[in-house]
């Protein structure tokens, strides 16, 4: 007879001790890529993406690296941008770049049964797209179309003068679009950083899914063919932060709401300190539960969502909050935020936040490693530093061992209030 499950009855809470890493397999294409392995999932379902020395980060243009990768699939030698698509279609395979600040990411997902089919449709818009002038031209206009209309936004008007701010207006991370940028950029200088950047000497591979001895040849037969070049290095103009209170308004009259983004530079996952500061900066703002939540939302209502995070990039590392408030509570809720991180520095963070926390984010961490596809996504997070799956690992004994006057240590390191960069956009 079956047991009743009584439903007044809530499951057995267990936390989360310990999080079984899937293995990584490392081998080298014949042009000396390096290829990474996740073999794993029931689904005859592949992904493979590309990494590319080709970010922001390699250009003093700011258009350049985005628009790159957006011209891949609008022409080849051999076919024009309707017949890639078709072709993608056709296999149900899926093509999608995607430009950050530090890498170019292309990527792939094809059934298992087409990757013959897919790979050397992929090799060829890889290495033989040739950026036609009117798919460059009708991209460009369509970009800029998006980019007016993005402009009336406070979110994305703060996010960027607060880039700025940051880093600096010269510095590839903090140079701010602007129309001109859209109307000023030609399709040769795009079509050239591409011929630089876009080759094995700055490719490395991550294959996940159903993966067998069969597939890995084939990726080797396409992609271990492609042409390689010595490998880019990255601009490094120096960092300069624009600090200063108050802050820096971008007014906007008809603004219902005003959009906050407030921030520091701090360091990046190859520091020591990141590990401790992320888990801090959780604290502060980083989850349904977290200090600035309760206060800013919870208490005052001046907010539906606030969001704080500690961000790594290549050269440098920054925390930044993040929150659209009601426009008549916007200095009231900057000075909250104040008030949220002095506490930080100045009283221990009790065991019992410190627990739930660690739960919060060994839970998130699970997340990360559910499935094949989701585990490549989390590895790609690592990769360009160099780092493996003993990042997390180290993560993991960081989050188990780390004690409230730790915590309070790097609060007072890195929570310095009065070199705070802060951009509102919307009435102030």
């Given at each position: ?62 258009l350049v690296a ?276 002095e506490k930080l520095k100045k ?82």
């Amino acid at each position: 007879m079956t047991k009743l499950m009584n439903r007044l009855t809530p499951p057995e809470f267990k936390a989360v001790r310990d999080i079984a890493f899937p293995n990584i397999r490392i081998e080298k294409l014949d042009n000396g890529c390096p290829l990474y392995i996740l073999n794993g999932g029931t689904q005859e379902v592949i992904k493979l993406d590309v990494m590319v020395n080709a970010g922001s980060i390699y250009s003093t243009q700011k258009l350049v690296a985005p628009l790159t990768g957006l011209m891949l699939n609008e022409g080849t030698s051999g076919k024009n941008a309707h017949q890639i698509a078709e072709a993608f279609d056709f296999y149900g395979a899926y093509f999608q770049p995607t430009t950050e600040k530090d890498k170019t990411f292309v990527g792939l997902v094809t059934l298992s049964k087409y990757l013959e089919q897919t790979l050397p449709l992929f090799s060829e818009v890889l290495n033989q797209s040739i950026f036609p002038q009117k798919e460059f031209d009708i991209l460009v206009d369509r970009r800029r179309q998006n980019f007016l209309v993005e402009q009336e936004k406070t979110s994305f008007l703060a996010r960027e003068v607060f880039y700025e701010k940051l880093f600096g207006p010269n510095h590839p991370y903090g140079m701010k679009t602007q129309e001109a940028h859209y109307l000023t950029t030609p399709r040769e200088d795009v079509f050239e950083f591409y011929q630089e950047h876009f080759h094995a000497g700055n490719f490395e591979f991550i294959v996940s899914g159903k993966v067998g001895k069969a597939e890995i040849q084939l990726i080797n037969q396409y992609l271990g063919r492609l042409p390689k070049k010595g490998t880019s290095e990255s601009l490094t103009p120096t960092i300069q932060t624009a600090k200063g209170m108050p802050p820096f308004v971008v007014e906007k009259e008809s603004a219902v709401q005003s959009s906050i983004r407030t921030g520091l530079v701090t360091v990046n996952k190859l520091h020591p300190d990141y590990m401790g500061l992320k888990i801090l900066v959780t604290i502060f703002g980083g989850y349904f539960g977290s200090r600035l939540m309760k206060n800013i939302r919870e208490e005052k209502g001046y907010t539906y969502g606030i969001n704080a995070m500690q961000v790594s990039l290549m050269q440098t590392g920054f925390m930044a909050v993040a929150a659209d408030v009601k426009a008549e509570n916007t200095r009231e809720a900057l000075h909250e935020i104040i008030v949220e991180m002095e506490k930080l520095k100045k009283e221990p963070i009790p065991v019992e936040e410190l627990h739930l926390v660690r739960n919060y984010m060994m839970g998130d961490m699970l997340q990360m490693f559910d499935g094949p596809f989701s585990t490549a996504d989390t590895f790609k997070a690592v990769v360009p530093y160099n780092l493996g799956f003993d990042y997390f690992r180290n993560m993991q004994e960081t989050l188990w061992s780390i004690s409230p006057k730790r915590l309070l240590e790097l609060a007072n390191r890195y929570f310095v209030t009065e070199k705070l960069t802060t951009v509102v956009a919307g009435k102030y």
